[in-house]
């Protein structure tokens, strides 16, 4: 009997252990539902170390990659954005996307809306297109 006690013990806390796992990973997953956001995606920062000298660069990469949904000021309104491209100029996204989910964002995309890039640009290029989305939304 005693033994048995102890199991169910046991049990119950690997149960909410687990359940708290969970409520932490739908808590995050929630705010970004459909993006993939691995864990600590949130906090990577840009490793583009001199952000003036990379913005000629990031606008022409821009123009070629995002201008046709996100409009040429990044503000949804290009001719293939049928009106579901976002805003990236909003305020509330300042908080929202910090450099590392602006990363994750653009790198794993959200289909089938937003395309994904890691296949077509490198890490590098997606930093650098942070840091212009960045200059971007300076209110
Ligand atoms: C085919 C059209 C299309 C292209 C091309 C495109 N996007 Fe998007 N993008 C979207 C749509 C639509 C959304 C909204 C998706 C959603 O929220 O489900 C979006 C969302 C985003 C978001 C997330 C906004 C937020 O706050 O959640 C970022 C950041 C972004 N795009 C950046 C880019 C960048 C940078 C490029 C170029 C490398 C790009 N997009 C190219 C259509 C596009």
Not at 63 to 87: E, I, M, R, Y
């Amino acid at each position: 009997m005693k033994k048995e006690g102890c199991i169910r013990l046991v049990a119950a806390s690997l149960f909410f252990t687990g359940l708290f796992a969970f409520t932490l990973g739908t808590g995050l997953s929630a705010q970004y539902a459909g993006w993939t956001i691995p864990e600590g995606g949130k906090d990577e920062k840009s490793p583009i170390a001199s952000p003036p000298a990379v913005s000629a660069k990031g606008k022409a990469l821009f123009g070629t990659n995002c201008q046709k949904c996100h409009g040429p000021a990044g503000q949804g309104d290009g001719p293939d954005s049928n009106g579901a491209a976002a805003d990236l100029t909003d305020e509330f996204r300042i908080e929202l996307n910090p450099e590392g989910v602006l990363h994750h964002k653009v790198w794993n995309g959200h289909p089938p809306e937003m395309p994904a890039f890691k296949s077509t640009l490198t890490k590098e290029e997606v930093w650098t297109l942070v840091e212009y989305l960045k200059a971007l939304r300076q209110p």
